[in-house]
């Protein structure tokens, strides 16, 4: 069975600075797609970027990125000039094409320091 | 579009009580899903369907029923409530092409068993 590992229960970083989240996935498959969700307070699910796994190139979404490491199973999320309303859990998930199944990692909760 | 819409969003049962959380969606998705959320958790998978008249079991599928007789349509019955099951509970739905990979998340629905 496919497991979503995020190591950091709680991270936080200064406004402007930048910030890595981590997350560590477990798989057979070879094809799949990640994930990162942000959750605000209001407890909404909001797509911050994904990640084909057959692509190399890492995904970019403005000031989000992602590390993509596939040997080593790691999918890292980079947050760039961190802004106060990046402050939110941020959700690992995992998603693979022979599977319907969305798995969600445990969440990091980020804090925004100003 | 209104999306994915769950009612209701706040409910308090007794223990031993029977409820549905009800779910709808207007976008015509085959694949739909329920999570619950324990406070300062993540998403578990409680069931999910892959179109009208399919349904399999998550991760945490004990004390749970769901039935899909239309595609919009995802109720979860819980039946006899107990204090385990005080959660927020999420619907969410996605397209089944592969390249789709967006899933649209409901607003949760709080969840009190005293």
């Known amino acids: 069975a496919q497991t979503v590992t995020q190591s950091q229960p709680e991270m936080s970083v200064q406004e402007a600075e930048t910030v890595t989240l981590s997350c560590t996935y477990d798989?057979?498959?070879?094809?799949?797609?990640l994930f990162w969700y942000k959750q605000p307070p209001s407890r909404q699910m909001i797509l911050v970027i994904r990640q084909e796994a057959y692509k190399q190139q890492n995904a970019t979404e403005n000031r989000f990125s992602v590390n993509f490491q596939k040997a080593a199973k790691s999918f890292s999320l980079k947050i760039s000039d961190s802004q106060l309303g990046d402050a939110a859990m941020y959700f690992c998930a995992y998603r693979g094409t022979s599977y319907d199944k969305v798995i969600f990692g445990p969440g990091t909760s980020l804090s925004v320091i100003p | 579009n209104a999306g994915v819409t769950q009612t209701p969003k706040f409910r308090i049962l007794k223990i031993g009580q029977s409820m549905t959380l009800q779910c709808t969606q207007d976008m015509n998705h085959n694949y739909m899903y329920w999570y619950r959320q324990d406070p300062g958790m993540g998403l578990k998978l409680i069931y999910y369907?892959?179109?009208?008249?399919?349904?399999d079991k998550g991760e945490v599928p004990n004390g749970y029923n769901v039935s899909r007789s239309t595609t919009e349509d995802f109720p979860l019955r819980l039946e006899l409530a107990a204090p385990s099951q005080t959660s927020v509970y999420f619907c969410?739905?996605?397209?089944?092409?592969?390249?789709?990979?967006?899933?649209?998340f409901g607003e949760g629905s709080w969840l009190t068993v005293v």
């Open positions: 969410a739905s996605r397209r089944q092409t592969a390249l789709e990979n967006t899933i649209y």
């Open positions: 798989t057979s498959e070879s094809d799949y797609y």
């Open positions: 369907s892959v179109g009208a008249g399919i349904t």
